[in-house]
């Protein structure tokens, strides 16, 4: 079955360092990727996605690419803020079959501090 | 374009009692999808609506249902209500099947006591 794997958090940094958050993934088919945020007492944004290998999603600063060789959709930023701290789930949608079923890594909380 | 309401926001409820959490979609979506979220289980897939029709369905027991109205609004039930129901309920908007990106909204916040 499709499952997603994400770093271990929480993830402490200082403002203005750079940020990876890692994600591997195993699907049965050819997915789509996806990074959503959650802010606390929130429900989940869209930060970017990236629908075939090779392809870079991007959005405020965040950047991530969809690896096919290594499985992978890492999150990066150059330079993270306060306001980046929140909680970030890397999800992927297999098409086979049909429908929007999304699958989610179990989160990675970003604290980011002055 | 408003997004993706859920009602009611927060809901406290008790052991063996039932409860209905109702999704409106972005306008012109027509696929909806219900998602709990626990601490220790983290998001998993409830099941997901398409045109009234129930397209998917993650695996949870029969006391969990939903449901779709020809607005493309939706309903999701659990009966006889346990303490481990007690989780963030998330409901997601998507336009069409396929490379659409899913909308979420701000979640109900049910609490079984």
């Known amino acids: 079955g499709n499952s997603v794997t994400q770093m271990e958090g929480p993830v402490t940094l200082s403002e203005e360092a750079f940020l990876t958050i890692n994600c591997t993934y195993t699907?049965?088919?050819?997915?789509?990727l996806f990074w959503y945020v959650q802010y606390p007492g929130e429900g989940l944004q869209l930060l970017l996605k990236?629908?075939?290998?090779?392809d870079k999603g991007s959005n405020k600063g965040f950047e991530a690419t969809y690896r096919k060789e290594t499985t992978s959709f890492h999150l990066e930023k150059g330079s993270v803020q306060v306001s980046d701290s929140a909680v970030y789930f890397c999800a992927l949608r297999d098409l086979t079959g049909g429908g929007n079923k999304l699958t989610f890594g179990t989160g990675t909380q970003l604290k980011v501090e002055l | 374009k408003a997004g993706v309401t859920q009602t009611p926001r927060y809901l406290i409820k008790t052991r063996g009692q039932q409860v209905t959490l109702s999704c409106s979609p972005i306008?012109?979506?027509?696929?909806v999808s219900w998602y709990q979220q626990t601490p220790g289980q983290g998001l998993q897939f409830l099941f997901e609506y398409f045109s009234e029709t129930q397209r998917n369905k993650g695996n949870f027991p029969g006391r969990f249902s939903g449901r779709q109205f020809s607005n493309s609004r939706s309903e999701m039930n659990v009966s006889t209500l346990e303490l481990g129901d007690s989780a963030l309920y998330l409901c997601a908007s998507s336009l069409e099947a396929g490379v659409t990106e899913a909308f979420f909204g701000q979640g109900t916040r049910l609490t079984v006591v």
């Open positions: 990236a629908t075939k290998a090779d």
């Open positions: 699907a049965t088919g050819y997915p789509s």
């Open positions: 306008s012109g979506h027509r696929s």
